[in-house]
């Protein structure tokens, strides 16, 4: 109907407006319209609303968690701390913050808790829940001591696999994680001990030295590793144990080197350091920059360039005291070449990745894929190097290799991805070039600006090799996303 418009001061009488009628068609066509322009204007969501925290699990393994309805609010305060006491654990094992948060999601929203908020840093995690017209709930829990045990991270993986999945009670789950909190290793001490040893041996090997100095580094190692025991059981700050531990191989390398032994100190201290490299460290570091977590890159950042100080500390009193002895003073950063032909390498790499595998306290059945990744890795970067890309892409490229690997294979045994990553990257010898680098700065101020300049470039190396890693990680989603199909089809089922 059109509809009367009358103005009383003209007198006119009211006139009826003439309104268009419009045929279906044109009228879908104008609503169809109306919608593009409104999604032009406004977008399809509002663009201050806040990310859903449950958005933070895509692409992860818990991405398709089930909900266990009518156990949430009435035992709120008991399942955030067991939360806690998970990320605790991960972290105590040597988890990356991404990986204790999207652990700390999938359990408390399959647990039913919606309002969760998560705070972490590089030793404390905050978690705050906080229901609609209810008081809130704030825990914190601190991170005091690490332990090498990957193991017993493999095992919390998938415990926390199997809550998101619905299949496990938060009862079942604290029983589960006390067992894996009391559960011994699966490598005896003195197993480790032999490990790094080997470790140290087979580094010596790879980066060109000879059998005697591989097995003056295997019986260095072992010395040091008892007395840097022995240091932590009084206590001693890390700091301390690190430098002591490097004055000990630095100097039995000098001692050998006075009696003319046939072997090249700065080999055996390249191969006696490597273990204590914080190259692991940095590279999580990077990872927990690039994945969001700026103060935990920060805190791990500044705990590495401490250990590298301490390397560098004991080295130079290594080197002090024996030139007050007598001894010539040594380049023990000078570059080193391995002049082995790749056969032998890649049985050293294999051996090497074992014998970390064991000193990380690996599962023993991970210990094999591991190994494959590592060579595979090697074996990338080998000929990367041969066709010319450089020092710095090409550990960049077998860090992608590795870190698509890893996913894969880790996913695929029920295992996180830096269990397998983190072994296999040793051998790109990250930490060495950071080493050369302090240690020209510190005991020789007249080479300063090349010992910064080392200091920049060993430090795009690490991002290359870290960003790689994480870039492998991300590519190989499309690869593992059979399991979270097979893992929805199972929750539909229940």
């Known amino acids: 109907m059109g509809v009367d ?60 968690f089930t909900i266990q309805v009518g156990k949430a609010e009435e035992s709120a305060r008991k399942t955030i701390d067991f939360a806690l006491r998970l990320a605790e654990t991960m972290f105590r094992y040597g988890a990356g913050a991404l990986e204790v948060e999207t ?21 404390s995690v905050i978690i705050n829940y906080a229901p609609r017209d209810a008081v809130p709930i704030t825990l914190l829990r601190v991170v005091r001591s ?56 087979a580094v010596v090997g790879v980066i060109g030295g000879t059998v005697f100095g591989a097995l003056v580094a295997f019986v260095t190692i072992l010395a040091a590793g008892q007395t840097a025991r022995v240091l932590g059981k009084w206590r001693v700050p890390d700091f301390f144990v690190t430098a002591i531990s490097s004055f000990i191989v ?22 006696g350091i490597l273990l204590m490299l914080p190259s692991g460290r940095l590279v999580s570091a990077v990872q927990d920059a690039i994945n969001g977590f700026p ?34 003073r040594l380049n023990v950063a000078e570059t080193i070449t391995g002049s082995l032909p790749l056969l032998w390498v890649l049985v050293l790499v294999a051996v090497a990745t074992v014998a970390i595998c064991i000193a990380e306290q690996t599962a023993v059945r991970l210990v094999l894929p591991t190994v494959a990744v590592a060579l595979i890795g090697y074996v990338v970067y080998y000929f990367c190097m041969y066709l010319g890309l450089g020092g710095r892409f090409a550990p960049a490229v077998a860090a992608v290799v590795i870190g698509m690997l890893a996913r894969i294979i880790s996913l695929r045994l029920g295992a996180p991805q830096l269990v397998v990553a983190v072994p296999s990257i040793i051998f790109l010898l990250v930490g060495l070039s950071i080493f050369r680098a302090m240690f020209v700065m510190t005991l020789t101020p007249e080479d300063s600006v090349s010992g910064a300049v080392g200091i920049f470039n060993a430090l795009i190396v690490i991002l290359a090799v870290a960003a790689g890693v994480v870039l492998g990680d991300n590519a190989a989603r499309p690869f593992t996303r059979s399991n979270g199909q097979k893992d929805r089809r199972r929750n539909r089922r229940r």
């Open 250 to 271: 630095t100097i039995v390398a000098l001692l050998c080197f006075m009696v003319h032994l046939p072997l090249s100190p700065s080999v055996v201290v390249a191969g």
């Open 5 to 64: 418009r009358w103005n009383p001061a003209s007198g006119d009488a009211p006139k009826k407006d003439v309104k268009e009628v419009l045929t279906p068609a044109q009228a879908r066509a104008n609503a169809t319209a109306k919608r593009m322009l409104r999604k032009l204007v406004q977008g399809e969501a509002p663009p201050t609303a806040p990310m859903r925290i449950v958005d933070r699990l895509a692409g992860s393994p818990y991405a398709n």
């Open 295 to 328: 103060v935990t890159a920060a805190g791990r950042f500044l705990s590495a360039f401490l250990s590298f100080g301490a390397i560098v500390a004991g080295i130079s009193v290594a080197l002090v005291t024996g030139a007050v002895f007598g001894a010539e």
């Open 146 to 201: 690490w332990t090498n045990n990957y193991a017993g991270l493999v095992e919390v993986h998938e415990l926390v696999t199997d809550i998101a999945s619905g299949g496990v009670s938060r009862d079942e789950a604290y029983r589960r994680l006390d067992i894996i909190i009391k559960k011994p290793k699966p490598f005896p001490r003195w197993m480790v001990s032999v490990a790094e040893a080997v470790f140290a041996a």
């Open 103 to 123: 652990s700390i999601i999938a359990v408390t929203a399959a647990l039913g808790l919606r309002h969760i908020e998560v705070d972490i840093t590089n030793q």
